[in-house]
């Protein structure tokens, strides 16, 4: 089983290294970037993502507790979010635009657990890669780790109610998860840094628009690996997927 996650792993990390090398040289740091947002903005960004750890952390060890192959599953997902949310384009001044790999946690996992693992590959870039920051990684966790993972969950639930096709579920999740982090994001932006005279909503608008120029592909793209990624899990983890209710009984790809 391990075996099959670090294949897995190692694809998505030499689909990293190939972007990587054909991407031009990023303008700013990824997500917001240290140092600025305003402090009082960044502090109540972490506030409000507070609740959401505590919530996440009570999930995580209800879920993985006394089952090996879970927390495998869980680090795969983490490493898949990791690599993902690695890739970036400049953007907007202060940020950039990249896929986020949420979608795939949040389904397997749901969206408490992905705030926590979500915050964990955030620290880790910021510590290791210098992407993003320290005092914007409330702001940062809110975006892409609580409101991306909600939404991805959230389609991904009342889809499997519809009974519509499971890669197509599992694609719009995490495609329209992927884009509400980046409406959350320029939100954020333009709540501290108002138009002077179209004010937070002028500014939001310019914001989202010049990152819907990258982000839109991006979406696109990330909806489709996820799709590639969950139907190789679907083919050799299914009774794990099982175990979190993932699918039906008897569901398929």
């Known amino acids: 089983m391990f075996s099959r996650y670090a294949k897995l792993i190692l694809i998505l990390s030499l689909h990293l290294i190939l972007l990587s090398l054909l991407a031009p040289p990023p303008a700013y740091a990824m997500h917001i970037m240290e140092g600025f947002l305003p402090l009082g903005w960044a502090a109540l960004w972490f ?23 879970l927390k495998l599953l869980l680090g795969f997902a983490g490493a898949f979010t990791f690599v993902l949310s690695a890739l970036k384009l400049p953007s907007v001044t202060g940020s950039c635009s990249h896929p986020t790999g949420v979608g795939l946690g949040a389904i397997l996992f749901g969206p408490a657990a992905m705030s926590v693992l979500g915050a964990i590959v955030l620290l880790f870039q910021a510590l290791l890669l210098a992407h993003g920051g320290l005092t914007t990684l409330g702001a940062n966790t809110f975006s892409m780790a609580v409101v991306g993972p909600l939404t991805s969950y959230g389609i991904y639930k009342f889809l499997k109610k519809t009974k519509a096709p499971l890669s197509f579920n599992v694609f719009l999740a995490s495609a329209l998860g992927d884009l509400a982090t980046y409406v959350v994001t320029s939100l954020q932006l ?59 009984e008897k569901g398929g790809a």
């Open 47 to 69: 506030i409000l993502v507070l609740p959401f750890w505590v919530w996440g952390v009570k999930s995580l060890k209800a879920k993985v507790s006394g089952q090996p192959g």
């Open 190 to 248: 333009a709540l501290a840094f108002p138009a002077p005279d179209t004010g937070i909503w002028g500014s939001f608008a310019k914001f989202i628009s010049i990152f819907a120029v990258t982000q839109l592909p991006l979406a696109i793209s990330e909806g489709l690996l996820t799709v590639v990624v969950f139907n190789y899990l679907f083919a050799y983890n299914k009774e794990e997927l099982k175990e979190l209710a993932v699918l039906q």
